[in-house]
């Protein structure tokens, strides 16, 4: 596991950390800091940071807000990182994710010759030869990349999407960063607030990395693309593979209609019905028979072009559903469905998301109500999006945790629930979910499904089978060499460890301060040595250092904030 104190090596900008440290306490996050120990692991001689209040106009803002707030200040990673988060309930409080949600990645441009800079070094040639126009002012500008309009030499109307010069360094660094805040949490902090931060950020660290590569990007749209080649309702824009290259994306530019403009949609004569069906159908499609889809269908990433036709675009962040994890959810689907509790518990149970630990009868109580609370409603009535976000609720309280993309495709669920919703009010998602599970669900009884089924749990148990006599001949060797161990890992002691550490060399500090007043009270008996003012010059320096000793000790244990 990476250690903190390989991070501190590692490390390239101190003043990165103070400045991160400084923006946390600004928005009343000081006791965190404190509770993490920060100076002690740095081990800089001196403080890095003086822990102080938040401003009144601060304090009395809630603490989702501060921390969203402080997550905007704190630059492009941070932003990033809250909005992956918002994504997650099932690891942060609902009130987190969702204020999350709010944060907002755009700043303004960078300067034209940097821009143009890494281009040409991307390319290897300057803009002007590249392309027959390149406008100076970007369309659209975010704190990784931003996006300028062009024309090709061939005609071609295309937009260059560019990432910020030097903005690797930046994410490298709090990313460095982020994984030492999440090490301290993990190791301090005992709560349930935050679930496996060191996983977390992990996790963020490759989904950044695949996102800041924008020939990734460029690959995944070719696969959308080929996804959806015989499908007249959707359109996905063509790469221009000459100009893209890891911080280049070269795109067809398309001009359409953003899907929540009702009026320029009725003006130019398309049918919103149309659009809500196509639109859902592109959605399920991508889910339940590509098993790759938009994680991020937001109104401005989806436009609609003549003849009702949906195009989607930024496809930064997108989502993976294999064919296990696609019956598993099928199967809970219709559980739900069916108000059928204890198959729903069955689920969970086999597909491994409950734990020892968990109170499966307050479990299955509250999800005999949440049914219960859909029982009289006709299928064609129920809000999917709701009720999935109700049932992600259910189980986020007992600290289930799900596949990462999971929670991604409930959340592009519920989007695309509710543009259907305001562009048709008698859209309803589970109308258009339905022939897709049936689909699927006759599809798994199929004789060449089941044959292939039939073949991989052979392969497997084979596969156990041929590995089990070198499996346990290694383990009877190690036994019999006394290399078998069982780690053990303890919890909560290192923080005691240090307080005590502290106490003792106050302790000390103060037996030292003492041992100097009863020395400086003696030798001001004697009256021998140089004198001053008729008293030994030995006692006056004893008290002086008594008394600044003293005086550093009171200042220590006030800063600290514990008497």
């Known amino acids: ?5 390989r991070i501190n090596r590692n490390i390239r900008s101190i003043r990165r950390y103070r400045d991160i440290l400084g923006i946390l306490i600004k928005y009343g996050f000081g006791h965190v800091i404190e509770q993490l120990n920060i100076n002690y692991y740095l081990e800089l001689g001196r403080r890095i940071v003086t822990l102080g209040s938040a401003p009144k106009e601060i304090e009395r803002l809630t603490q989702p807000v501060r921390l969203r707030l402080a997550l905007e200040e704190l630059g492009p990673t941070f932003i990033k990182f809250g909005q992956i988060l918002s994504t997650r309930p099932d690891v942060i409080p609902r009130e987190y994710a969702d204020e999350f949600g709010k944060l907002q990645d755009t700043v303004p441009s960078g300067p034209l010759p940097e821009i143009l800079a890494q281009l040409e070094r991307e390319l290897g ?68 607030e935050i679930y496996d931060p060191i996983g977390i950020v992990k996790e963020f660290r490759r989904t950044l990395h695949r996102e800041m590569d924008f020939s990734r990007e460029g690959h995944t749209i070719d696969r959308f693309a080929a996804n959806f080649a015989d499908d007249p309702t959707v359109h996905i824009p063509r790469v221009y593979w000459d100009y893209t290259g890891e911080t280049i994306l070269a795109m067809e530019l ?46 401005g990433n ?26 598993q959810l099928v199967d809970l689907l219709m559980a739900i469905l069916q108000r059928d509790v204890e198959k729903v518990i069955t689920l969970l149970l086999y597909s491994g998301d409950l734990t020892d630990e968990i109170d499966t009868r307050n479990l299955r109580r509250d999800l005999s109500e949440f049914i219960d609370d859909y029982y009289e409603i006709p299928l064609n009535e129920i809000n999917a999006g709701r009720m999935l976000t109700e049932f ?25 629930e509710g543009i259907g919703r305001q562009l048709d009010p008698e859209f309803n998602m589970i109308s258009h979910l339905k022939p897709f599970m049936e689909t699927l669900l006759s599809d798994r009884v199929t004789p060449a499904s089941i044959s292939r089924e039939m073949v991989r749990t052979v392969q497997a148990y084979g596969a156990l089978a041929k590995n089990f006599p070198r499996d346990l ?22 923080r005691l460890i240090t ?8 302790l000390s500090f103060s037996l030292l301060i003492a041992a100097l007043i009863v020395g400086s009270s003696l030798i001001m008996q004697t009256e021998k040595g140089p004198l001053l003012l008729g008293f030994p010059v030995l006692g006056f320096l004893g008290y002086s250092i008594a008394g600044f000793l003293g005086l550093w000790l009171a200042i220590a244990i006030l800063r600290s904030g514990r008497l």
């Open 499 to 506: 307080d005590l550490d502290k106490s003792s060399n106050r």
């Open 254 to 299: 398309v001009e359409g209609i953003k899907i929540t403009d009702l009026p320029r949609l009725l003006e130019a004569g398309l049918d919103l019905q149309t659009i809500a069906r196509n639109g859902a159908n592109a959605i399920l499609k991508q889910v339940l028979i590509h098993g790759f889809f938009h994680g991020d269908p937001h109104p």
């Open 473 to 494: 001949k290694e383990f009877i060797n190690r036994v019999n060499r006394n290399k078998f161990k069982i780690d053990l890992e303890h919890r909560g002691l290192d």
């Open 302 to 327: 989806i436009f609609i072009l003549e003849g009702n036709r949906v195009c989607f675009l930024d496809f930064g962040m997108v989502g993976r559903i294999d064919e296990n994890l696609k019956f």
């Open 125 to 192: 040639y300057p803009a002007h030869e590249l392309f027959a126009e390149f406008s100076p002012i970007p369309i659209a500008a975010a704190s990784i990349a931003q996006v300028h309009r062009g024309r090709l030499h061939s005609g071609e109307e295309v937009v260059i999407k560019i990432r910020r010069p030097g903005i690797e360094k930046v994410v490298e660094t709090d990313l460095d960063i982020l994984m030492g805040l999440a090490y301290l949490i993990e190791k301090h902090i005992a709560t349930e």
């Open 392 to 416: 992600i609720e259910i189980l986020s309280c007992y600290r289930i945790k799900f596949p990462s993309d999971l929670m991604l495709l409930a959340k592009a669920l519920v989007t695309i």
């Open 1 to 5: 596991m990476l250690t903190f104190s």
